[in-house]
């Protein structure tokens, strides 16, 4: 980037693409907004929520959860610290590394996560809901997004 003269970028594109970023930053503030509310009874902000959400299925390491959700791995370790407390995890040995134990969800934990899976349909449904948008948009969309959050991380891991 730093070999691009200014001259060479089309401000117009680049006007184009910080409109996205600002859509994008909205559009996620408006999300976990709207996503603390429906998780406030439960006592599960939308940052454990999230990390719940990533290990409903599969059971993973800290630092897993970490890349998942975007977010340091110290804040994932906070996160998972009060999960356990709340009795919503537990760690179970990892046979692939000793040191990074794995966390799984416990039954409260999983009764949690349903209630949670039911409440995300609300979500969908409050967020587009009149929109008209079909599924087949809703992926292009979410490849394209996809595509650049990948290359920012390609490029993040180049530095």
Do not use: C
């Not at 184009?16 to 408006?30: K, P, T």
């Not at 009149?130 to 650049?148: H, R």
């Amino acid at each position: 980037m730093d070999s691009i003269n200014e001259g060479e970028i089309d401000q117009e594109f680049v006007r184009s693409f910080q409109r996205l970023v600002g859509a994008v930053f909205r559009l996620n503030g408006q999300l976990l907004k709207t996503a603390e509310g429906l998780s406030a009874d439960l006592d599960v902000s939308t940052t454990r929520w999230q990390a719940i959400s990533v290990i409903r299925h599969q059971p993973l390491t800290v630092s897993q959860i970490a890349r998942r959700i975007g977010i340091s791995r110290q804040s994932a370790r906070q996160t998972v610290q009060r999960l356990e407390e709340s009795g919503l995890v537990e760690f179970s040995a990892n046979p692939d590394h000793l040191r990074s134990p794995l966390l799984t969800l416990t039954d409260e934990g999983n009764t949690v996560m349903e209630v949670l899976r039911k409440r995300q349909d609300r979500l969908t449904h409050r967020f587009t809901d009149g929109l008209g948008m079909s599924i087949e948009s809703i992926d292009q969309l979410t490849e394209q997004l996809e595509k650049l959050r990948a290359h920012a991380e390609e490029l993040d891991a180049d530095e």
